[in-house]
């Protein structure tokens, strides 16, 4: 079975992988088969949009290790509470980004007077070997910045339009990597790092990506050594990219790692939370009136 499908030469297509979840629409961009990573991004699942009012979000305190956890919203609002006493409501243009290293605990929920749709993507950077047993940390960012390029507004989650260092996110990136969002209203040739590697994730509408349409849910990957792209359409876009990761990483439920022992180790350190209730060392206690989320069975 193969994710990709037919594409131009230097442009492969990632076919969509679509599942509901609690009543909620997700499709996963990545990881797939082909590409576990694009750059250090190694976990990208669009969810909703879905009315908050039926399908509020309600995910309990739950742990991450050698990861950073992104999130953007298109619409709607949701409340992060962590084991570091972070407690910060995330709004649409806005980044929440955690990042995990040895251990940490968040918990996701919607406002309980969230009114409308949730729309969003949940993003995670897998870090490299230099960070990923360093302590955890949490950084909202209300301001990020923008550029109007012809035919498109984009706005710099991470790192910075190729050639526009002027511009860079203030947001913590382990290694190189960029992570742009696209709003499409016509042409726009999009200046990329030649040194990365990117996927162009297709949200809500078709996008042609030099000149070949593809279709929502699908992200179509293009290899290190382009100097840009063409986008067009009406549309909203993610390009997410990085010089391709350091490592090959192992990911288990919420953790990334690299061997099976750092993964087992994690899953009993969580199992001993789940059982004992309140905290750990490890991962710290999340203030939350949602109960800890034990991890599904191996
Ligand atoms: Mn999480």
Not at 41 to 61: E, L, Q, R
Not at 165 to 182: H, Q
Not at 195 to 216: N, R, S
Request: proline share 9%; aromatic share 6%.
């Amino acid at each position: 079975m193969a994710d990709a499908t037919d594409a131009r030469p230097g442009l492969e297509l990632l076919a969509a992988n679509r599942s509901v979840v609690g009543g909620t629409e997700v499709v996963r961009h990545l990881p797939k088969r082909t590409h576990r990573t694009v750059g250090p991004w190694c976990f990208a699942d669009h969810f909703g949009p879905d009315d908050v009012a039926t399908d509020p979000m309600t995910v309990g305190p739950h742990p991450h290790i050698g990861l950073q956890t992104v999130t953007w919203l298109y619409a709607g609002e949701v409340r992060h509470t962590d084991s570091l006493g972070s407690d910060q409501v995330i709004r649409p243009g806005q980044l929440n980004l955690m990042t995990a290293g040895k251990g940490v605990a968040h918990a996701e929920q919607s406002p309980p007077d969230a009114t409308g749709e949730l729309h969003g993507m949940q993003l995670w950077v897998a870090q490299p070997d230099a960070t990923r047993w360093g302590s955890p940390a949490f950084e909202h960012h209300a301001e990020l910045p923008r550029a109007e390029l012809p035919g498109a507004d984009v706005t710099v989650m991470v790192g910075s339009i190729a050639g526009s260092p002027g511009a860079r996110s203030a947001a913590r990136a382990d290694s190189p990597t960029v992570g742009l969002d696209v709003g499409l209203r016509g042409r726009v040739e999009l200046p990329l790092d030649p040194a990365f590697e990117h996927g162009v994730l297709v949200v809500d509408a078709p996008v042609a990506v030099d000149g070949q349409v593809v279709e929502p849910g699908t992200t179509a990957y293009l290899p290190p050594g382009r100097a840009s792209v063409t986008l067009d359409g009406d549309a909203r876009a993610m390009v997410l990219g990085g010089a391709p990761f350091e490592a090959e990483i192992l990911m288990s439920w919420n953790f990334v790692a690299r061997t099976r022992d750092e993964v087992d180790d994690a899953h009993a350190a969580w199992a001993e939370v789940v059982a004992d209730g309140g905290g750990s060392e490890r991962f710290g206690e999340v203030r939350s009136p949602l109960g800890l989320v034990p991890a599904p069975p191996r």
